[in-house]
């Protein structure tokens, strides 16, 4: 499945350091209107459910949702290449 710009931009925001509940809470909702059948995004659907900076297991912080934003965009992106070919 391809990515849209909604999803690319609300990644980029996260990625870019904006570690607000509100961005992680953007890139959520991007998942739910868009994404939500999308086996690719489970995890990281999961760990935005369970973002909350600061608190300590069990729940995500910044650098861990970043590792999965960048490692989900990466596979579904290696998805698009495959579908090209």
């Known amino acids: 499945m391809s990515i849209s710009d909604r999803l690319r931009a609300a990644a980029a925001k996260v990625l870019a350091g904006d570690d ?38 069990p729940y995500v912080d910044a650098p861990e949702l970043r590792k999965l934003i960048a490692a989900t965009l990466n596979e579904m992106s290696r998805g698009d290449q495959s579908q090209d070919a």
């Open 20 to 57: 607000s509940m509100i961005a992680a809470q953007q890139l959520e909702g991007v998942i739910i209107e868009e994404y939500l059948e999308d086996k690719q995004t489970d995890e990281l659907l999961y760990a935005l459910s369970m973002y909350s900076p600061g608190s300590g297991e």
